[in-house]
């Protein structure tokens, strides 16, 4: 009785251990290599495979001891977003897998060039001191030679708006990639220039209408004045000499100041040639 009490008890044994050993259908390995952007090192690495934790192997992750079939792996790091993928394992077998990781969207950088048309034979130059507003804010400004920098912008698609001095007030669309950089070079439009008018009339010493010619030698102007003695005309700011003539009267030359917007009026009398 208590030899077949001994046996029962092995047995019993034997069936355990038998049970706890793994088989070759739930021994399976999963070898995980994560493939980081180049610009973001790989830090804290979180990898499992059907819900059982990697252990760091060298270059790559291991998991052993999975069921034979169809396994969800997840990876996750700092500065990537989680990544889900599904293997197939094999019976007692092993799978590789490599895991590109993207990194989560943050803003890139735009660089570029403001430049206007000069005119002549599509000659195009630089444009200083032009501010680059984004988001209602001035971000950046152009240089001597007409570059700027955004540093901070998107991603995807953002409007620049471009103002500055003599240059008709733009906006432009970029379209900026994640953590990277989008490159432009912007043709800007010359303000409408604002001219000032002068306004006048011509006469004689005796208070006579004169008919007379207007030259203006910055301007390289030259026009006659109306029967009644009356002129108008309107010119850049600036300085300039002008000088009214008509047969029988004494040349006279003025030195007028006007600025853009202004309006200058004023009387000639021209003193009659003495025989």
């Known amino acids: 009785m208590r030899t077949r009490a001994m046996t029962l008890v092995l047995a019993l044994l034997s069936t355990v251990a038998l049970a706890a050993a793994p088989t070759p259908e739930t021994s399976g390995t999963v070898w995980i290599t994560l493939r980081p952007h180049p610009s973001l090192p790989l830090k804290s690495p979180r990898v499992q495979a059907g819900g059982k934790q990697a252990i760091a192997a060298g270059e ?16 996750s790091a700092e500065g990537y977003q989680p ?6 394992v094999p019976p007692g077998g092993q799978a590789s897998v490599f895991l590109p990781l993207e990194r989560i969207p943050g803003p890139g950088t735009v660089k570029g060039r403001l430049l206007w048309d000069q005119g002549r034979e599509g000659t195009k130059v630089p444009v200083a001191d032009i501010e680059v507003q984004l988001g209602g804010q001035v971000v950046a400004r152009s240089d001597a030679d007409g570059f700027f920098v955004v540093p901070e912008a998107g991603p995807g698609p953002v409007t620049l708006k471009l103002a500055g001095t003599g240059v008709r007030p733009q906006e432009e669309v970029v379209v900026v990639p994640s953590h ?12 409408a220039e604002v001219r000032a008018w002068l306004r006048g009339r011509v006469r004689s010493t005796q208070g006579r209408p004169v008919q007379a010619t207007l030259r203006v030698e910055e301007a390289r102007l030259s026009a006659r004045t109306r029967a009644t003695g009356d002129f108008e005309f309107r010119l850049p700011a600036g300085r300039y000499h002008v000088t009214f003539e008509a047969r029988g009267y004494v040349p006279q030359t003025k030195v007028v100041d006007v600025g853009a917007g202004d309006q200058a009026l004023f009387y000639v009398d021209l003193s009659p040639v003495e025989n």
């Not at 992750?61 to 990876?75: C, I, K, M, P, Y």
């Not at 990544?83 to 197939?88: A, C, N, P, S």
């Not at 990277?180 to 303000?191: H, M, N, P």
């Open 60 to 75: 790559a992750f291991r998991v052993e001891g999975l069921a034979s079939g169809q396994v969800t792996l997840t990876a």
């Open 83 to 88: 990544v889900e993928h599904q293997v197939r």
């Open 180 to 191: 990277g950089e989008a490159s432009v070079e912007l043709t800007l439009q010359k303000d």
